[in-house]
């Protein structure tokens, strides 16, 4: 169903950063209320618009209406919840120090806040249509801070992108944003230009390893070089404690079958290696739990992927097929799931080959014998988005909470990696490869990854931002001689 | 008066990164009152060691008893600030969401805390022996997170840092800091190693464009890349509009004098570019005030180099020279302060050329005759960390505020940019190439470099770490469901 759209070319390109340019003091000059006001505005239209947007997502990507309808309920709660943050008003962090002839060194009034960095590049996924898309969080959190937005569309849903932009585009200037605040474009030429562009400031990326590392690159390597909050692959660790295993194996196994094939294990948060103990047959309730699937992924290429990881994974010395097909027919549309198994000895030492990221629904069983092993094997885990442990109350887990801390951004306790809280205190990054930053792109604070800070010295009071005057008019937090509150 | 001392070896440089691994944990898991009393340990040291610390410092770099007994006590009272942040306790950024079925999407309990990045590279500068050095600010913000710290020395003052080292060594012993919290290599190659090694998880810098550029391409190209958070190099732009300069000329043209000049230029924050108006006497003032200075540069190499940039400068077209020698014979040891001239539209036309950081006692004064050809100059500007507007009252500024904000992290509307507050709301960075992130590297935000969040989803309480239980036993600032306060 998908249709290929033209590249957007050179100068295409250029005017639409041109205009964003353009946009970009006007965005920063409106107050936290007008911008509040754009996001709801966009949030409402792709509301209204549900009953077009969910059948042209589904046409594109194949993920089903329920899925869909969900995703886009998330992404204007997503946008709202932003509008939420900016009339909270701490994301500005002001603080204030008052000029102090004691300190060491002395010191005159020093006032400082966020400021939005400038023109953002926007990178969309193919797995999440509308999350992480054309007005998913990268957009979202950039517009609430105050920065263009130019977003790359993936050519996996392309009329989608389209249609989304237009409401976008019709939503902010209904509600009174400067022209210039969102631009389109598509094709992998244009979005390397886009990401060199000397006007860009920063980029949010959601795809693969390859792909996010090539544009890391680009961006590190420009003469100005820009921040690239870059999510590229997870392998999501997930640990069964023998006595877990024990104690409520079948149900383990069951939300682990449920939890791999769920959109047909295009997550970013699929759980891609599990850490079971041996001999417990924890191995064949996961294999009986495996539901009977036939899904057609996202885009030909997706699926010509998931044949070759499939495939090679397989090939490796000391990996088992444990249920399904490792050698699928990728000409045949429809992908089914797997389960494979190997030891930690075979995983630690070949990490590069079996703790590396297979988007599809395939998850690795790696058997342990014994909590040093099981420590050893976790340690050998590239970075992740989450790391989940199912233990028992009496368990100590210190050392094991440690090694997968080290690994990822988000710890899980109960309950599975696939689903991601839109929330003030919700983190999605880890360490390298899953993200190339320290931030996050889901959740309150991905706004700040596209502002910077300011320090006012001896301002007078005419040229302070609102946030930063004696009078407090935002009535926001603030941090005053060191204290945090609403003075 | 400089010795070189020997290259730390690979083997070394791989037991001191080993060793901060081992730290690692220990330092992470220790509580925020404790990593404050290391902090406090180390600054009591080196107070105590003042009379030896203040005379070795001054041989190694010539900067003078009076600024370096400063400059010491800044950086004790730095690792103070640290160490009171520590105890405010909302740098861990403690954010709890209870489970939430209404939410969209609905959400278990998920919790999220800033938690330390591991060992971390600090590379020393020459012009603050103290303060951007072994104990400095990178050093000090680090440690208070929870982060084991090797130094690379700088050559220009091999002595004291050895002696500083000692020092901060055997007071975390004292403290009770695990063991390989703080390690010190020398040498340019072992310098590279470091920032190459696999278990290094950021760097702090402070140096040149050409120094910082080199590092931070390799922290970028590891098969695992690495934050690196490096100041490289600033010209400060300084406006002087007619108004200011017609009412209290004479005034800012000493302080302009006085603030280039001090410590013979070699500020990171040193005013390199001045705004004058055309016409009204401004440069003559300048002239007169000029300081008879003949001064020892930090080493030989900075010595040569003030010498080739000032020639460069002076040999560009437009380009005169109104006070001091400028083809200085920096076989002379020392230095004298030097005012060149150009104009708006020499500056815009070669940026590259006149718009570069020299570093030492020079400054070059950039005519203009109308706010429009101000405004065309200080876009041609390159990323600062300072900029400062010299103003009257009654003037309309706001493109002029709005076009120095883009290009600076502080804006000083009194006073000049030479010192740097050491307090929670500074801001200590610009656009590039001013610094290679949008972080500070002085002030409390400082510490936020070498933090990464972790969000902990449906966790028993017994797992979860102190600042984010229910009971909130540190008595800490946290956002619940939302909302700042001390709940």
Same mark, same amino acid.
């Given at each position: 169903m998908t249709s290929t759209l033209p590249e957007t070319s050179a100068s295409r390109l250029d005017a639409l950063v041109s205009a964003s340019v353009g946009a970009a003091r006007p965005a920063a000059d409106a107050s936290d209320e007008d911008r509040a006001r754009w996001l709801e505005s966009v949030a409402a239209r792709l509301d209204l618009h549900a009953d077009e947007l969910v059948p042209l997502a589904d046409a594109e990507t194949h993920l089903g209406t329920p899925r869909l309808t969900g995703e886009l309920a998330r992404t204007t709660a997503q946008l709202r919840l932003f509008a939420a943050v900016l009339r909270e008003g701490s994301f500005l962090e002001a603080t204030i120090d008052h000029a102090n002839p004691d300190a060491i060194p002395a010191h005159g009034d020093l006032r400082r806040l966020l400021v939005p960095l400038g023109p953002v590049a926007?990178?969309?996924?193919?797995?999440?249509?509308?999350?992480?898309?054309?007005?998913?969080?990268?957009?979202?959190?950039?517009?609430?801070?105050?920065?263009?937005?130019?977003?790359?569309?993936?050519?996996?849903?392309?009329?989608?992108?389209?249609?989304?932009?237009?409401?976008?585009?019709?939503?902010?200037?209904?509600?009174?944003?400067?022209?210039?605040?969102?631009g389109l474009i598509e094709g992998v030429d244009a979005g390397i230009a886009l990401v060199e562009h000397p006007a860009i400031r920063a980029a949010g990326f959601t795809g693969s390893?390859?792909?996010?590392?090539?544009l890391f690159d680009r961006a590190a390597g420009r003469p100005s070089p820009i921040p690239f909050y870059g999510e590229l692959g997870s392998v999501n660790p997930v640990v069964v404690?023998?006595?877990?295993?024990?104690?409520?194996?079948?149900?383990?196994?069951?939300?682990?079958?449920?939890?791999?094939?769920?959109?047909?294990?295009?997550?970013?948060?699929?759980?891609?290696?599990?850490?079971?103990?041996?001999?417990?047959?924890?191995?064949?309730?996961?294999?009986?739990?495996?539901?009977?699937?036939?899904?057609?992924?996202?885009t030909p290429a997706i699926r010509a992927g998931f044949g070759r990881g499939l495939a090679a994974l397989a090939a490796e010395s000391g990996v088992t097929v444990l249920a399904g097909d490792a050698a699928q027919d990728t000409d045949v549309v429809e992908a089914g799931p797997v389960v494979l198994a190997t030891d930690v000895a075979a995983a630690?030492?070949?990490?590069?080959?079996?703790?590396?990221?297979?988007?599809?629904?395939?998850?690795?069983?790696?058997?342990?014998?014994?909590?040093?092993?099981?420590?050893?094997?976790?340690?050998?885990?590239?970075?992740?988005? =989450? !790391?989940?442990?199912?233990? %028992?109350?009496?368990?100590?887990?210190? /050392?094991?909470? $440690? #090694? +997968?801390?080290?690994?990822?951004?988000?710890?899980?306790?109960?309950?599975?990696?696939?689903?991601?809280?839109?929330?003030?205190?919700?983190?999605?990054?880890?360490?390298?490869?899953?993200?190339?930053?320290?931030?996050?792109?889901?959740?309150? =604070? !991905?706004?700040?990854?596209? %502002?910077?800070?300011?320090?006012?010295? /001896?301002?007078? $009071? #005419? +040229?302070?931002p609102a946030a930063l005057r004696d009078d407090n008019p935002l009535g926001i937090v603030r941090r005053v001689d060191g204290v945090l509150g609403l003075a």
């Open positions: 926007v990178f969309a996924a193919s797995n999440f249509p509308f999350a992480f898309s054309v007005a998913g969080g990268d957009t979202a959190s950039a517009f609430a801070v105050g920065c263009p937005v130019v977003v790359k569309a993936h050519p996996g849903h392309p009329r989608l992108s389209q249609r989304v932009a237009a409401l976008v585009t019709e939503s902010l200037a209904d509600a009174g944003a400067p022209e210039g605040l969102f390893v390859a792909g996010g590392r090539a404690t023998a006595a877990a295993a024990e104690a409520r194996g079948t149900e383990l196994a069951q939300g682990l079958a449920a939890s791999f094939t769920q959109g047909a294990g295009q997550f970013c948060t699929k759980p891609g290696v599990v850490f079971v103990p041996s001999g417990v047959g924890f191995e064949d309730a996961v294999v009986a739990a495996v539901p009977d699937l036939a899904a057609t992924l996202l630690v030492a070949h990490p590069a080959a079996l703790l590396e990221e297979c988007f599809g629904p395939v998850t690795l069983l790696v058997r342990y014998d014994t909590p040093e092993e099981l420590l050893r094997g976790v340690r050998a885990v590239p970075g992740s988005l =989450t !790391a989940t442990l199912h233990a %028992q109350p009496d368990e100590d887990l210190a /050392d094991l909470v $440690a #090694a +997968l801390r080290d690994r990822a951004g988000r710890l899980l306790f109960a309950g599975w990696p696939t689903g991601v809280a839109v929330t003030w205190s919700q983190h999605h990054g880890g360490p390298y490869p899953s993200t190339t930053s320290i931030h996050t792109s889901v959740g309150s =604070t !991905a706004a700040r990854r596209f %502002q910077r800070p300011v320090a006012y010295q /001896d301002a007078p $009071a #005419a +040229l302070l």
